[in-house]
């Protein structure tokens, strides 16, 4: 079973995705299963992972009844307030739908950079183990160190990283980024998503081999057992169609074993969130 471990879906209103600025004109309109189930299918794509893209309670409620609709829907990585002193209440309604198998908060735009070690949010996140819920970190590069003074506060909690920490791919820079994922990756309970590189090139003029090292360097630190494929669909159509992406990665991870590749295009998504090996619908 191929699956993708990141998309989005999405009733677009301008108030409601402030992040969509005039210069992702292409994002600026509604993105809904239909629509991705006909990019699955030319791809070969089984099942998906849905993950919130604004931190509503309204979107999580959205997205889980539309995997209620959508068997391809594998998971929902949904948002609640991990810093409020309300979440136990609401771990406890959503974890009642089993399409929730994670929750995610945009740590990268919160104007506090030490965000990762506010207290209550902290609190939040001891929380997620007893719900067995995964929890997917959203950061930039810059936000490596504390990602992991973060996750060794969090031993036994299991984390997903999003987008490579979205190394600095348009000015090619490797360092520090490198040395901070690799040591991030040491931590036995983090898996990540190969995801988001295109469009951190900042445009459509790319190629495989611009985004080699990054991906070999993820391989490199995570192996293929931690490692997941995802599309970041509608996103990654600010510098790539979804078949374009799908087809580089398939041809980035040719010299792995057909068993590395089982991982890297399922088996670690199955493993994160917890999804049933038989679990596909619309989009076969």
């Known amino acids: 079973m191929i699956i993708d471990a990141h998309q989005h879906f999405w009733h677009f209103e301008p108030a409601e995705f402030a992040w969509i600025d005039d210069e992702m004109a292409v994002l600026r309109r509604d993105y809904l299963p239909d629509e991705l189930w006909s990019e699955n299918a030319k791809a070969g794509v089984d099942a998906v992972v849905t993950v919130q893209a604004r931190q509503s309670l309204v979107e999580t409620e959205w997205l889980l009844e539309l995997a209620s609709k959508h068997p391809a829907i594998g998971a929902v990585v949904g948002w609640v307030p991990l810093a409020s ?7 406890e309604r959503f974890s009642q739908n089993p399409a929730l198998k994670a929750v995610r908060h945009v740590v990268q735009d919160e104007p506090d950079e030490h965000f990762l070690r506010d207290d209550r949010f902290n609190a939040g996140i001891d929380l997620l183990r007893q719900f067995g819920l995964t929890y997917d970190i959203l950061i930039y590069d810059r936000q490596l160190p504390l990602a992991i003074e973060f996750v060794d506060g969090h031993t036994h909690q ?11 791919v348009a000015t090619n820079l490797l360092a520090p980024w490198r040395a901070k994922l690799c040591e991030l990756a040491r931590r036995e309970n983090v898996m990540c998503k190969v995801s988001g590189l295109a469009t ?39 510098a790539t ?30 493993n994160a969130y917890h999804i049933p090996p038989t679990h596909s619908g619309d989009s076969t």
Request: hydrophobic share 40%.
């Open 85 to 91: 002193p309300d979440v136990q209440g609401h771990l």
């Open 158 to 168: 299991p984390f997903v990283l999003d987008h490579l920490a979205k190394p600095q």
């Open 200 to 238: 951190q090139t900042g445009s459509n003029d790319w190629g495989l081999e611009d985004l080699r090292p990054y991906l070999d360097t993820v391989l490199e630190a995570f192996g293929p057992r931690r490692l997941m494929f995802g599309s970041d669909w509608p996103v990654c159509l600010l």
């Open 241 to 270: 169609t979804y078949a374009r992406w799908y087809e580089s990665i398939v041809h980035w991870a040719e010299p792995l074993t057909s068993g590395e590749r089982s991982w890297l295009f399922g088996g670690a998504a199955i």
